[in-house]
């Protein structure tokens, strides 16, 4: 019984599709972007008043990078886009040590 419930799972790891991991990245990618650059452009409105020109124009940059790596993640290019979401990511994060 043990058996066989371990050689269905190593055929089920055996039969993954290489291109379906790939729509997987591409997804993963693009929907990671689209919500970093809502986050970064939504705090920059929040932050427009009151705070240093800075702060809004770091979240506002870091939105931008994170919308391109969006886009480079949809076109196929996963492992840019990953950098540039973390790069992103740490300019916003930037942003808010002005504050």
Same mark, same amino acid.
């Given at each position: 019984?043990?058996?066989?419930?371990?050689?269905?799972?190593?055929?089920?790891?055996?039969?993954?599709?290489?291109?379906?991991?790939?729509?997987?990245?591409?997804?993963?990618?693009?929907?990671?972007? &689209?919500?970093?650059?809502? =986050? /970064? *452009?939504?705090?920059?409105?929040? +932050?427009?008043?009151?705070?240093?020109? #800075?702060?809004? @124009?770091?979240?506002?940059?870091?939105? &931008?990078?994170?919308?391109? =790596? /969006? *886009?480079?993640?949809?076109?196929? +290019?996963?492992?840019?886009?990953?950098? #540039?979401?973390? @790069?992103?990511?740490?300019?916003?994060?930037?942003?808010?040590?002005?504050?």
């Amino acid at each position: 019984m043990a058996e066989d419930l371990a050689e269905d799972l190593a055929e089920d790891f055996e039969e993954e599709d290489p291109a379906e991991d790939a729509r997987r990245a591409r997804w993963t990618a693009t929907g990671t972007g &689209a919500l970093l650059t809502l =986050a /970064g *452009v939504t705090a920059s409105l929040m +932050r427009l008043s009151g705070v240093p020109a #800075l702060v809004p @124009v770091a979240y506002a940059a870091g939105a &931008a990078v994170c919308a391109f =790596a /969006g *886009v480079l993640g949809a076109k196929g +290019r996963t492992r840019r886009s990953l950098w #540039l979401l973390i @790069v992103g990511t740490m300019v916003m994060a930037l942003g808010d040590q002005f504050d």
